[in-house]
């Protein structure tokens, strides 16, 4: 038995725009159509096509998947396989929404609705040419006095925009290890008094504080806490980066 367009959208439960929409991309052409009115006109047994292309849209399928499982010689197979890496990725969506919750648990907890409450996000940080020099010292102030020197020494020809610090080691592990650099371009070449590498991109925990020593140490703690609330692992050296009057802190993360 045929239909009309609309008997058969009405009878499958969609619209006529949708029927439409398939005959255009090729998904569900009509069983003929009229060379004099053009009216499209379908049959009883397209509803299982129709069906199946509707099932596989509900669960996520892109048209483009729906089009190589209905035009396979072996659909089941085709099927099968659509549909096990569509589980595979509603798993992974699980997994971010459960992380999610669990963040925003966290901020909940943290939130104190202060003017002073640290802020901290996950960002990501492109790679960039640094010229630095790396040292371990008795005393912050001593690494800061080093970065003087080493900027002083530097060639301002070659210095970007950015510059900071990187903390490979602090007192609390008792030994101060850190590493002044100054974003650099392609000219720069290691010396005998700074090296110039690349410092990695990296997905970072960034807050931002005054360049003081006491608010610096309550946004180390601020952004420790936040790892530890969403069990994330530091992922290489604490960077310090100069933005004007304030410091943006860093924390790489895995």
């Known amino acids: 038995m045929s239909y009309r367009i609309g008997e058969f959208a009405r009878l499958a439960g969609v619209s006529i725009k949708t029927l ?69 990725e509603a798993l992974d969506t699980l997994g971010a929404v459960g992380r999610s919750l669990q963040w925003i648990d966290a901020e909940l907890d943290e939130a104190t609705g202060t003017p002073r409450e640290v802020r901290v996000a996950l960002r990501s940080r492109q790679a960039m040419r640094i010229a630095s020099v790396r040292a371990r010292a008795p005393s912050y102030f001593d690494i800061e006095e080093l970065d003087r020197e080493f900027r002083d020494g530097l060639d301002p020809g070659f210095s970007g925009e950015l510059r900071g610090i990187l903390w490979h080691c602090c007192a609390a592990g008792g030994t101060i290890e850190g590493e002044p ?74």
């Not at 650099?184 to 290691?190: K, L």
């Not at 009057?245 to 790489?252: A, D, G, N, S």
């Open 20 to 88: 439409r929409f398939y005959d255009e991309v090729g998904l569900l052409k009509p069983a003929s159509v009229d060379a004099r009115t053009q009216y499209r006109r379908y049959e009883s047994r397209q509803l299982e096509r129709l069906t199946t292309i509707l099932a596989l849209k509900d669960l996520g399928a892109t048209l483009a998947d729906i089009r190589r499982v209905i035009s396979t010689n072996e659909p089941e197979s085709h099927r099968r396989r659509l549909l096990e890496r569509l589980r595979a």
């Open 181 to 254: 650099f100054v974003q650099v371009d392609g000219r720069a070449r290691s010396c005998g008094a700074y090296a110039v590498r690349e410092l990695p991109g990296a997905t970072v925990a960034t807050a931002y504080c005054e360049s003081t020593d006491d608010d610096a140490a309550r946004v180390y703690d601020a952004v420790d806490r936040w790892m530890h609330a969403r069990h994330l692992k530091l992922a290489g050296a604490k960077r310090e980066i100069c933005r004007g009057q304030i410091l943006e802190v860093q924390f790489p993360v895995s």
